[in-house]
């Protein structure tokens, strides 16, 4: 566990050695489901590695995109369904291959109110997330489509440092709650201005970032 050590060194070392004894480390590949919505959480995952997308669906199949999670996170909805004991009202999917260390839920009220270094990454990890929460919202109020398709390759790249997307039109089209026909007029406009080059489920936009 000396990656983990290494990575979450800011908490208490009691904790880091609590966590080492009873976490399961897990690896999830690309496209692989953590939580989904309608789900009671057993446990909740620390990142080592990877890249997490947490959204929402709905009923025709759309994606409201919500954040990212990548390497020192730790998904604040999922803590929240742990506290109430609620079922999820999100999906979190491995973008890429993804390592997290898995904390059974029971262990949450616990460490908040044993270790003070952990109450604080978790009220930091509420702060982070609702900042990104609103920043998702006002995208859908304000923001036009086109600029929308910008942020979520801008987006992605603050939080992997990848400047590629695989994946079909009709999968950015989900997750922008848009149709694959405009989300393929919006591409070829981006390419044909120089912000990305494109071929078959692959799209470089590293011109735009």
Not at 29 to 40: V, W
Not at 142 to 159: P, S
């Given at each position: ?144 489509l086109d600029e ?12 992997s440092g990848a ?47």
């Amino acid at each position: 566990m000396e990656d983990f050590i290494k990575q979450y060194n800011f908490l208490e070392p009691e904790l880091q050695k609590e966590i080492a004894r009873i976490a399961v480390r897990k690896t999830f590949q690309a496209n692989e489901s953590l939580i989904r919505e309608g789900q009671f959480i057993s446990s909740f995952p620390l990142v080592l590695s990877g890249l997490i997308r947490v959204s929402r669906t709905s009923d025709n199949g759309n994606e409201l995109l919500l954040y990212y999670l990548k390497g020192n996170d730790v998904c604040a909805m999922s803590l929240t369904c742990c506290m109430t004991r609620q079922v999820s009202d999100l999906n979190a999917v491995a973008e890429e291959e993804t390592e997290v260390l898995l904390i059974p839920v029971e262990m949450l009220d616990s460490w908040i109110s044993r270790y003070p270094l952990w109450k604080q990454f978790v009220m930091q990890t509420y702060q982070n997330r609702f900042r990104e929460l609103i920043d998702a919202l006002d995208a859908v109020a304000f923001m036009k489509l086109d600029e929308r398709l910008e942020k979520f390759f801008i987006d992605r790249y603050k939080k992997s440092g990848a400047t590629t997307f695989s994946g079909t039109h009709q999968t950015l089209a989900l997750q922008l709650n848009s149709s694959r026909e405009v989300i393929s007029r919006l591409l070829k406009k981006l390419e044909k201005d120089g912000k990305i080059e494109q071929s078959r489920n692959f799209i470089d936009f590293s011109a735009l970032v």
